[in-house]
């Protein structure tokens, strides 16, 4: 990107240059299409007026043209070269910062000021567009641009899983110095005790001996931190981040993860996050271009009480349409857009009818707008239309045969069914916020005044001549019907002005445009005067394409309780009407709070507003189960708009900010900058101790995506910026749902139960040692051969281990998409946390004191078949590794849930590779090799040809197994418990219901495995209500709302 | 993923559709359930508590006799004796008695074993040379340092066998006396084949020289007996002149280290050739005639004799078969309260 050339005018001529020797003050010049190298005040353009097209989607991701327009003296520069070098103009302006839609600067040049403004910016990031060339002069380069101060510093993402085994490690370390300690001191006590009468044979540490029986202690303090650093386990960073990489594999072959129009696979960018990904409470998601495919379509409209759109068959039904759906025939007109679609012909019969209305409709269309035509070749005609509504509709007008060929400042020139027709553009009352209409004055070839005007229904129905009741009515009621199938509607209504009238009210409006205070208010006044006793034509429904299967995402994420918040640049029309067509609006909703304060007070009054509207929603009953509160409170609806978000976002209101918009099911915020994203990132991120998920498809993405837990970028749209800077990228939003419900719930799962088996592991195999230490005198005599210790982590346990980590499935993929709240162990991190920790341990202690007490038992005065005896060191030691191996073996084998051909080769390879090694180092050749390294000589012959040998094995193993296998069973009981108390009597706690979803895996594996009898039909009940969806929670709810209450 | 892949048409990207890459391998999910958990622990109880009166029975069936002869009978006075050692190369012979009230049926194995002393420590169990052990003429003229203070004698001759295990060999000697009502017949004993096959055949080795004719002693010549020795090593056994040197019985015994500071090792076993022990050890009064030279006293240890019979899975063993019985109880009681829990909720 630095390295791109540009043109560059620092002496009298042109020179080419690259981006990163652009410095402030220089001068320029930019080419079409090209992207913005700095951010530069405009100073001359190719088009009239020094008027200038660029595109902010990597900015704000808003993808239709803007203008910018150079002041007047400058653009007189022109493209002269030697004239723009001697420009001398001074510029002072703001200092650097990330507002991305707010510049304020003087220009002094020719000892005069010229107010400056960010319409006369042009920002890095952008790109240019329908401009030949421009100059403009560099305000602010590099790390000062708007783009880049808008970019969050990336940070190293680690997960939570991450940060707890870090804590771990340092517990176990802890926990190592303890044992290290009660051993030093056991020996201190032994030695003073014991050891020192067995010195005659032992006469080398006679100097210990005599006086410092502590010194001995601090000895076997190092001695045991040696034999005991096992338990800290090592391989398991190895393990770890193997898993982790197979895993980001997995994700990037995922076939169900690949867009095939665009050839895009998913790709994990990091392998470091996987298993958060089953963890995530919070999406922060862009709209453009990740929800919608900004595409915008003509759908359906209704013309002077007539509803065009809709398909019906013979039989007067509706019929749904879908890609096969006929498509209305152009062909009649040589000038249509291929692309369009529209499927009701009888609009097509009726524009051939040439029925005044509906040619008066499209002609409004192709009349009220701002929208610029670009005729490249004869006939081919492209659009550019600041906003991709107002293309639709003109496009639509287009194909009908109203076709919106040229403009001028004073004409528009149509061709009206193939015959040209010059309108004389009288004036245009342009769009805003306020308004919510435009509307444009034109004088026909017959003379006469029109006023077209088109805006929000509401707007336009106020302003009707009461003549329109009638009309008005069907229409609404058309609206209505379409804004329910969440399209975006305009209505439409014309005027005939009276020549005089007019007249009369071009001077006014000439006067008012020249007053240089409340000129706005001025001229909104003349504006609203003109626009009254309006004639209403019809109303457009226009669709935002959602990528393909959006509301379902959203719905199922919804189930997962993840909550969803959409962070939009866009207008807050356009982000509620998005809202509503992807089901995160909804009209049943109790309510819609939208928070649009000037003010800091103002914005706190509106937040307190709506915390208290919902809080008193939200009775008392309910106050202490906090569980239920998404459930109760689910109807609420948050819309925050930059200006608010900005004051929201400051310290003291914050807070209030967070606590009530999690208090609301569905929080969009409008109009932020990309900071703004991350800074919402950010609060939610440090305050409620969730992963966050932030989702984006452009560059103004890229600093919330750096923010968030974990980033995921859309590929496949224009630009790279969000990819490049996510964490995971694919190409639909839709993926979005199998990368957190498939592989982030397996990544998750599988992660927590390899931690808790290595742990365990660890544990199991260490601590022997230190049962050992009673009976040895503490002196750090290892339990095991030195060839075991070195083996056991990295060759007999750790495939089995891995194999798991890396293809366990409790739950396959079809019932993780069927069951969204499977996730929510995740969320709640139920799977590995300190208590999960502290269990393993305690397992593994279980099975290292069993491991070593059982054996001893047995072993301590027994003698072989044959009378000789096996009670020694070597004997036993081997006979402890033995059951060792085999009881981490069983348990990985009851701990695997999904055996695939790779865990059998794993499982029983370990084993028997652990024999094979074991025989073989107990072998007669190596002992003669090197009589001092395998000192085990003919041990593992000696002890395993014992019958006693193996029941001693089978019993430790039964022993060690057992509680495990039955604790694990009575942990999948309490599902059962709750299903029973929802249902019948019986006080119920909150946690239940969360528990109830916690033990839903074996649940949904008994079901999935298809089990027969009873079994399934008893908890069926149970699974509906934990995941089949709302309806039967709410009910078990609402059941239990009214027992508390009454 | 470097490998370019050969279809590079529209949908080079597209992931293979394999069953590996797709997560789709063919497996067997086992399901941990009250049907098939319960039974599997009904049968495993069944089985541990059936296995735990099998071996309760059988272990009814061997015997096990314990005499600790620390100070008992006349063994008193050589444990004062041994309490000085300025008095370690006096001899001192005693004699315990004691009576066998039933028969010991089948092959009788005569232990010695030890109380309290701590053969597993560390610095012991290491302090031995293998290699010396196993015959090789360079670690018997320059043993291990891990033998260290054990390695070299006073007159600086290295210690053959070296370290602290073979220094503190046990040395006491025992002869088995049977009183019956008739004689006093001294009980047979193999002293040989008490070793495991592969120790006496593999680990132990006596130096090999090339010059078959020399003796023992000539082999051994240039090394010095461990300190606490009263014979050299090539001479542990006068008896009989292959049990001597590394490969002695005695001597393999001990250096195979026990685990647990009470230990007891094999001394002999009866040979039953002989009238009246061909049936195994007849009841009658028994004294055993002990060469008492291993000093315990100063680590308040204990000596004692142990006579024993065998079962099929070894010497008398309490442990084993109760802890079975222990285990299948409780996994039975286990199951009990998991098949209750399960009745009461999931039915």
Redesign the interface.
């Known amino acids: 990107m630095n390295l791109q050339q540009l043109f560059f005018v620092p002496s009298k001529f042109l020179q080419n240059e690259k981006w990163m020797n652009v410095r402030v003050g220089d001068i320029i010049k930019l080419e079409n299409n090209h992207f913005v190298a700095a951010d530069i005040l405009l100073l001359s353009s190719s088009e009239p007026y020094g008027l200038c097209y660029i595109e902010t989607a990597e900015l704000d991701g808003e993808t239709n043209l803007k203008v910018r327009q150079a002041l007047t003296v400058t653009s007189d520069l022109g493209a002269d070269v030697a004239k723009l070098a001697d420009f001398n103009g001074e510029v002072i302006c703001e200092p650097p910062n990330n507002k991305l839609d707010k510049f304020t600067g003087t220009l002094y040049w020719r000892d005069n000021k010229y107010p400056l403004d960010n319409e006369k910016m042009l920002l890095r990031g952008c790109v240019l567009r329908n401009t030949d060339w421009c100059f403009g002069m560099v305000i602010f380069a590099g790390l000062q641009t708007k783009l880049m101060q808008n970019c969050g510093r990336t940070k190293f993402k680690r997960t939570s899983i991450d940060k707890l085994m870090n804590t771990l490690v340092l517990w176990i370390f802890g926990f190592l110095v303890c044992m290290g300690v009660i051993l030093a001191i056991g020996n201190t006590i032994w030695e003073q005790k014991v050891g020192r009468t067995f010195s005659v044979y032992l006469l080398w540490d006679e100097p210990i001996r005599n006086n410092n029986v502590v010194f001995s202690g601090f000895l076997t303090f190092w001695s045991y931190i040696i034999i005991l650093n096992t338990m800290v386990p090592i391989s398991l960073y190895v393990s770890v981040e193997v898993i982790r990489l197979g895993h980001s594999y997995f994700i990037n072959w995922d076939r169900k993860m690949y867009y095939i129009q665009k050839d895009t696979p998913a790709e994990a960018r990091t392998t470091t996050l996987n298993e958060e990904l089953g963890q995530v409470e919070f999406i922060f998601s862009d709209k453009t271009g990740t929800l919608t495919q900004n595409i915008m379509v003509f759908n359906k409209c209704s013309i002077n009480g007539k509803s065009y759109g809709d398909v019906y068959d013979e039989f007067g039904h509706k019929v749904e349409i879908t890609e096969r759906t006929d498509c209305v025939d152009f062909s009649f007109n040589p000038l249509s857009d291929r692309k369009f679609k529209f499927h009701d012909s009888s609009l097509v019969e009726a524009i051939k009818m040439e029925e005044p209305s509906v040619q008066e409709f499209f002609r409004l269309l192709s009349l009220c707008h701002t929208v610029m035509p670009e005729e490249k070749n004869e006939g081919d005609l492209v659009y550019q239309a600041q906003s991709p509504d107002e293309g639709a509709l003109v496009t639509a007008a287009r194909n009908f045969g109203f076709v919106f060929r040229s403009r001028t400042p004073e004409t528009v020139t149509l061709y009206e069914m193939g015959i040209a027709v010059n309108y004389q553009l009288l004036a245009i009352l342009d769009f805003n916020n306020v308004r919510k209409r435009m509307s444009v004055i034109v004088r026909n070839p017959a003379g006469h005044i029109k006023l077209y005007c088109k805006g929000a229904d509401t707007i336009i129905f106020d302003r009707l001549d009461p003549s329109n009741q009638v009309l008005m009515n069907t229409t609404s009621e058309h609206l209505y019907e379409f804004a329910g199938e969440g399209l975006r509607t305009l209505a439409l209504a014309y005027k005939d002005l009276d020549e005089n009238v007019l007249e009369e009210w071009m001077k006014r409006l000439l006067n008012a445009s020249t007053v240089i205070e409340n000129r706005e208010e001025g001229l909104a006044d003349l504006y609203e005067e003109i626009e009254t006793g309006l004639m209403l034509l019809g109303a457009t429904a226009v669709e935002d394409k959602l990528q393909e299967g959006v509301p379902e995402t959203i719905a199922c994420l919804t189930l997962a309780n993840i909550k969803i918040w959409v962070l939009t640049g866009d207008k807050l029309e356009t982000a509620m009407n998005i809202g509503y067509s992807c089901n995160m609006l909804r009209d049943d909703m109790n309510e819609v709070f939208i928070i649009s304060g000037h003010s800091v007070s103002e914005v706190q009054q509106q937040l307190r507003l709506v915390s208290s509207t919902v809080d008193v929603e939200k009775t008392d009953e309910f106050s202490e189960d906090s569980v239920f509160e998404e459930t109760i409170i689910a109807e609420y609806a948050l819309i925050i708009n930059g200006h608010s978000l900005a004051h929201a976002l400051e310290p003291e209101l914050e807070q209030v900010l967070l606590e009530t918009a999690c208090l609301c099911k569905t929080v969009i915020c409008c109009r932020v900058t990309p900071m703004q994203k991350a800074q919402v990132v950010e609060l939610v991120k440090t305050n409620k101790m969730a992963v966050t998920l932030a989702i984006g498809d452009g560059a103004n993405d890229v600093s919330m995506i750096k923010t968030a837990h974990i980033g995921v970028g859309i590929s496949g749209q224009e630009g790279m910026q969000a990819v490049l800077a996510s964490d995971y990228s694919f190409a639909q939003f839709r993926y979005l749902q199998r990368l957190l419900l498939v592989h982030g719930r397996w990544s998750y799962f599988r992660m927590c139960n390899f931690l808790f088996y290595f742990f365990y592991k660890n544990f199991a195999f260490t601590l022997v040692h230190f049962w050992f230490g009673f009976f040895c005198g503490f002196s750090a005599q290892t339990v095991y051969d030195q060839w075991f210790i070195t083996l056991f982590n990295i060759v007999y346990t750790s495939l089995p281990v891995l194999a798991m980590g890396l293809f366990d499935q409790d739950v396959n993929e079809a019932n993780s998409h069927r069951y969204p709240s499977l996730y929510r162990p995740g969320q709640l991190n139920l799977l590995f946390n300190k208590r999960q920790f502290f269990l393993c341990t305690l397992q593994g202690m279980g099975t290292s004191f069993l491991l070593f007490f059982i054996p001893y038992g047995a072993f301590c005065l027994v003698v072989r078949d044959d009378g000789s005896h096996i009670s020694d060191q070597q004997a036993f030691a081997v006979i402890i590794s033995t059951s060792l191996v085999i009881v981490v073996s069983v348990q990985i084998g009851l701990d695997t849930y999904y055996w695939t051909a790779v865990n059998h080769v794993f499982v029983w390879g370990s084993l028997a590779v652990y024999f094979a090694i074991l025989f073989a180092m107990h072998s007669d050749g190596l002992f003669s090799i090197l009589p001092s390294h395998f000192p085990f000589i003919g041990t593992a012959r000696n002890c395993l040809t014992q019958k006693s040998v193996w029941l001693v094995i089978m019993l430790t193993t039964v022993a060690c197994v057992m509680p495990g296998l039955a604790c694990r069973l009575c942990r999948s009981r309490p599902r059962s418990r709750t299903s029973d108390s929802c249902g019948g009597p019986g006080a119920v706690h909150a946690d239940t219901v969360a528990r109830c979803t916690m033990f839903s895996s074996d649940t949904l594996v008994r079901l999935a495995s298809g089990l027969s009898g009873h079994c399934v039909k008893k908890q069926c009940g149970l699974v509906g209500l934990c995941f089949g969806g709302l309806p039967m929670r709410q009910d078990c709810n609402y059941q239990l709302g009214r027992k508390k209450g009454g | 993923?470097g490998k370019v892949k050969a279809n590079a048409g529209?949908?080079?990207?597209?992931?293979?559709?394999s069953a590996f890459?797709?997560?789709r391998?063919?497996?067997?999910?086992?399901?941990?359930?009250?049907?098939t958990?319960l039974p599997f622990?009904y049968g495993?109880a069944t089985v541990?508590v059936l296995?735990g009166v099998w071996?309760l029975v059988t272990v009814q069936n061997t015997h096990e006799l314990k005499v600790d002869y620390t100070h008992a009978g006349s063994c008193d006075k050589c444990f004062e004796k041994r309490k000085d050692r300025a008095n370690a190369n006096q001899s001192c012979n005693c004699t315990v008695v004691f009576n066998i009230e039933n028969t010991f049926k089948g092959?009788v194995?005569f232990?010695y074993g030890l109380i309290?002393f701590?053969?597993?420590?560390?610095?012991?169990?290491d302090s031995r040379?293998?290699?010396q052990?196993?015959g090789?003429n360079k670690n018997l003229k320059n043993p291990?340092s891990y033998c260290?203070?054990?390695m070299k004698d006073k007159n600086g001759l290295p210690i053959a066998p070296c370290g602290?295990v073979a220094?503190?060999m046990f040395n006491d000697s025992f002869t088995l006396v049977y009183h019956s009502a008739a004689s006093r017949q001294v009980v047979p004993l193999f002293r040989k084949g008490?070793?495991?096959?592969?120790?006496k055949n593999?680990?132990f080795r006596n130096p090999q020289v090339e010059n078959k004719t020399l003796t023992l002693a000539q082999v051994f010549e240039g090394t010095g007996q461990p300190l606490y020795w009263q014979k050299p090593v090539y001479d542990l056994d006068p008896w009989d002149r292959n049990n001597n040197g590394f490969i002695n019985e005695d001597l393999i015994?001990w250096m195979?280290?026990?685990?647990?500071?009470?230990?007891?090792?094999?001394y002999g076993?009866l040979n039953r050739a002989i009238e009246p022990f061909t049936e195994g050890l007849p009841a009658g009064n028994y004294s055993v005639d002990i060469s008492y030279n291993f000093?315990v006293e100063?680590?308040?240890g204990r000596k004692e004799v142990v006579l024993?019979t065998?079962?099929?899975?070894?010497?008398q063993?309490n442990?084993?078969p109760i802890?079975?019985l222990v285990?299948g109880c409780?996994?039975l009681l286990?199951a009990v309260i998991?098949t209750a829990?399960?009745w009461k909720?999931?039915?």
């Open positions: 993923m529209p949908l080079a990207r597209r992931p293979d559709n890459k797709q997560q391998l063919p497996a067997w999910s086992p399901m941990l359930t009250a049907q958990v622990f495993m541990c296995l071996l092959d194995f232990y309290n701590h053969q597993n420590l560390r610095q012991y169990m040379d293998d290699g052990m196993i090789r291990s260290e203070p054990f602290a220094n503190s008490i070793t495991w096959y592969t120790d593999v680990k015994v195979r280290e026990a685990a647990f500071p009470n230990f007891k090792k094999l076993v000093p100063y680590f308040q024993s065998v079962s099929w899975f070894g010497g063993n442990f084993l802890a079975y285990t409780l996994i286990l998991l829990v399960w909720f999931a039915l």
